[in-house]
């Protein structure tokens, strides 16, 4: 099934470059239009941003298997994404069974981090055992050299509840030993952190990832006692430590957020770390929300955009995902900016109004039509 989208703004995260063009769908990849070519469908895009599918970095989507795994399909496709990046859900013990159950039945490309803990997140009534003499080094390793098309990083959580205080630095290092063997990433959840977040920072490689840095729970978040972001985190960020914001429903902070992001401390990443505790609700909602909360911080709309395109799609070895380059996969969503006011608020009761919200209009997968507004097209 072909289309022509046309009268659209697009953004070429690849290229950095934002300008009016058509685009041409047609067997799958982006094509120059053909003016003699007979098109399935004409999108009018007017007024809309025709980008690449948007790259959620931080989900679970392990439906069923978990108490806290949404519906894959229906998580993203009427949010613009066409890949996702599964944080944790799973972790050597559970893999297998993700991969051949809800993986192989979703339309949406799903990637994983596995968790470091073999059990994986399966459920919210008792953390995973996080005692480096049960994590299965050898069991990780071949998962990895059998599945490198599907897993990207590897995942450990440092908060507390979860790992024991005494415990934590030796977990850490012990899993970033682990990801250094099977030459990926670390991902790190920080939520009430047991370790200070730029100690804790420290103990990271360039290309490890802290997730949820916006977060206010516990002793330590990214910003000091008046207030200013901790140098720590800003020299990592430099040696290229890659900081996520991580939306969830209690990994963030609305007051926390804008005033790091004032001085300056952007998010690398912008993922959702959807769940069932507020998939479409506040004070998660969708990626796109997300998305839109911090064009009303500051940041510009490719800088946004990148943060859920070109950055994400560097991480999973993947940069054609974020290319509107003809001959690149036809991973495509149509957004609309629109002017109106939108209530946010944050799990410990800030409330802020935005002006500006990205509505996700149309989303192609491999050029096939996964979502269309109704009063759209």
């Known amino acids: 099934m072909d289309f022509l989208i046309k009268n659209g703004l697009v953004y070429d995260p690849a290229q950095a470059c934002l300008e009016r063009r058509d685009v041409a769908l047609e067997d799958g990849k982006i094509a120059c239009p053909d003016p003699q070519r007979s098109y399935r469908q004409v999108v009018d895009a007017d007024n809309c941003i025709v980008t690449t599918?948007?790259?959620d970095y931080h989900v679970h989507y392990f439906y069923r298997g978990t108490e806290n795994g949404v519906n894959p399909d229906a998580s993203s496709f009427c949010c613009g994404v066409t890949t996702a990046v599964d944080g944790g859900s799973c972790g050597a013990g559970s893999?297998?069974?993700?991969?051949?159950?809800?993986?192989?039945s979703s339309d949406v490309r799903i990637l994983n981090c596995l968790l470091v803990?073999?059990?994986?997140?399966?459920?919210?009534?008792?953390?995973?055992?996080?005692d480096p003499a049960f994590f299965d080094e050898a069991k990780i390793c071949r998962l990895f050299q059998q599945y490198p098309d599907n897993l990207v990083g590897l995942k450990i959580r440092m908060s507390n509840g979860?790992?024991?205080?005494?415990q934590a630095e030796t977990s850490l290092r012990r899993a970033v030993e682990i990801a250094e063997k099977v030459g990926t990433r670390l991902v790190v959840h920080v939520t009430s952190p047991v370790i200070p977040l730029d100690q804790?920072?420290?103990?990271?490689?360039?290309g490890d990832v802290i997730c949820h840095i916006y977060q206010n729970r516990g002793e330590h978040t990214c910003l000091d006692a008046q207030g200013r972001v901790l140098p720590g985190l800003l020299e990592a960020q430099k040696r290229g430590v890659l900081f996520d914001a991580s939306n969830g429903r209690s990994n963030y902070d609305l007051e926390t957020c804008r005033k790091a992001v004032e001085q300056g401390f952007v998010p690398d990443i912008i993922s959702s770390d959807i769940n069932t505790s507020s998939c479409f609700l506040q004070p998660l909602h969708s990626l796109p929300r997300i998305l839109s909360k911090?064009?009303?911080f500051g940041m510009g709309l490719p800088q946004v955009?990148?943060?859920?395109?070109?950055?994400?799609?560097?991480?999973?070895?993947?940069?054609?995902?974020?290319s509107m380059a003809e001959g690149t996969e036809a991973d495509v969503c149509i957004l609309r900016l629109k002017e109106k006011k939108v209530p946010y608020e944050d799990i410990n009761g800030n409330r802020f109004e935005?002006?500006?919200v990205l509505v996700p209009m149309m989303t192609f997968k491999g050029g096939e039509c996964k979502f269309c507004q109704a009063d759209f097209c």
């Open 162 to 166: 979860i790992v024991a205080r005494g």
């Open 354 to 356: 935005g002006s500006r």
């Open 117 to 130: 803990a073999s059990g994986g997140q399966a459920t919210d009534r008792y953390p995973e055992n996080l």
């Open 200 to 206: 804790l920072a420290a103990m990271l490689r360039p």
């Open 305 to 322: 955009l990148d943060a859920a395109t070109a950055a994400p799609a560097r991480l999973i070895g993947r940069p054609s995902l974020a």
């Open 53 to 55: 599918g948007l790259i």
């Open 95 to 104: 893999y297998e069974l993700y991969r051949r159950t809800v993986m192989a």
């Open 294 to 296: 911090f064009l009303d």
